[in-house]
């Protein structure tokens, strides 16, 4: 009974911080393995089931979604897609061993993606009164689809902390409005979500045991998270999600050298 509790609270806590943030995956991933599922199902596991959670917060927050430059919405979905789909089919490629020994790293460039990420944010783009040569137009077009597509291959492969890391990007590729970035980051999780979960069902690496629990409470925090970002301080929230950060690494870490 008392894993049955873990795994609801770690999808509500999971949904919420995904809505918010990101960060889901911090709370989702060990509490799985903490249950006894094997490392890499407990990553699919954990990703599908917050794929409701990004749906519910799209949802919440389509009203305020905004697109890069050179990013139209069917080219954000096929970054996504593709970019998911490699991701995945590379871990059901990996094996336990690897993904264990990847996964306290892994974490970890998560962590200082949410350090990082603000500073990476506030730099300021050239002014848009600014004349551009085309050559340079198609180039900054490019470079944004570029980097999202390798965003999505990671998202794909591990998901863990790729909020912020999207919200890092969309502020480098020169938006500003915070939650049209959180819309936009909520449509590109649910895509290469989706195309994820498929591969990782196909493979079979998905827990059907905890899937619908942990479904389940991401789709209440998520929707319970896309609200709270209107109002809760994100400085104190960033504090929070970088210490639970830190914490599963080092955790992940003595884990590994025991």
């Known amino acids: 009974m008392i894993d049955w ?5 770690a999808g509500f806590l999971g949904g919420m911080l995904n809505a918010i943030a990101g960060g ?3 709370i989702t991933l060990p509490a799985l393995i903490w249950v006894g599922v094997p490392p890499i199902a407990a990553n699919t596991t954990g990703t599908a089931a917050l794929l409701p959670g990004y749906l519910a917060s799209a949802w919440r927050f389509r009203r305020d979604i905004e697109y890069p430059n050179g990013l139209s919405l069917w080219l954000v979905c096929a970054i996504a897609l593709l970019g998911g789909c490699i991701g995945a089919t590379t871990l059901l490629l990996t094996s336990d061993q690897v993904f264990s020994a990847l996964i306290p790293w892994l974490i970890l460039l998560s962590t200082t ?14 002014s848009s009164d600014h004349i551009v040569e085309k050559n340079d137009s198609c ?3 490019f470079i944004n689809a570029a980097a999202l597509f390798v965003i999505c291959i990671y998202g794909g492969y591990f998901n863990g902390g790729m909020g912020i890391i999207l919200l890092a990007a969309f502020g480098l590729m020169g938006q500003s409005n915070l939650l049209g970035m959180n819309g936009l980051k909520s449509i590109v999780s649910a895509l290469l979500t989706v195309v994820a979960v498929l591969i990782y069902a196909l493979g079979g690496s998905i827990d059907l045991e905890y899937l619908l629990l942990l479904g389940l409470g991401s789709v209440i925090g998520g929707y319970v998270g896309a609200g709270l970002a209107y109002r809760v301080s994100q400085s104190h929230l960033r504090l929070f999600i970088i210490v639970i ?12 050298s025991l």
């Open 5 to 9: 509790v873990i795994v609801f609270v």
């Open 24 to 26: 889901g995956s911090f």
């Open 113 to 126: 993606a949410f350090i990082v990420g603000p500073k990476l944010m506030n730099l300021k783009r050239p």
């Open 139 to 141: 180039q900054v077009y």
């Open 245 to 256: 950060g830190c914490l599963m690494a080092a955790g992940f870490f003595l884990d590994g």
